[in-house]
């Protein structure tokens, strides 16, 4: 059974860094997606980030240049570097892979970029 379990949420203050990482138990293979999702009170879930197996990492326009997506080496960890956060990032963050057999999230994981 895969599970997916995000951490290195918390509170931050404006211009603030946080380091989110998302691991992967369980026999997980052939991922070919792998993104990061918020959803902030009141609001739908949004697309963060997004990096492909072998490909470019894309973003959302809110994060572009303040945002990096990485992969750890193997196909079970998935990164994400905030920085210059806002208080318009304050959201649960959710991992999500793509494989072959199915997609998967995370339980999820709470930023708050308040003062």
């Known amino acids: 059974q895969v599970q997916l379990v995000e951490s290195g949420g918390g509170l931050v203050q404006p211009g603030g860094s946080l380091r989110l990482s998302c691991a992967a138990s369980?026999?997980?293979?052939?991922?070919?997606?792998m993104r990061w999702y918020r959803q902030a009170p009141g609001k739908q879930r949004e697309l963060v980030a997004a990096?492909?197996?072998?490909?470019?990492?894309n973003y959302a326009d809110s994060v572009q240049g303040r945002f990096a997506i990485s992969r750890g080496n193997g196909e079970n960890t998935l990164y994400l570097q905030m920085n210059s956060l806002k208080p318009e990032d304050t959201a649960v963050y959710y991992c999500?892979?793509?494989?072959?057999?199915?997609?998967?999230w995370g339980q999820g994981t709470q930023v708050t970029v308040s003062s």
């Open positions: 999500n892979f793509l494989t072959v057999g199915g997609g998967y």
């Open positions: 369980g026999s997980i293979f052939s991922v070919y997606a």
């Open positions: 990096i492909t197996k072998g490909g470019s990492p």
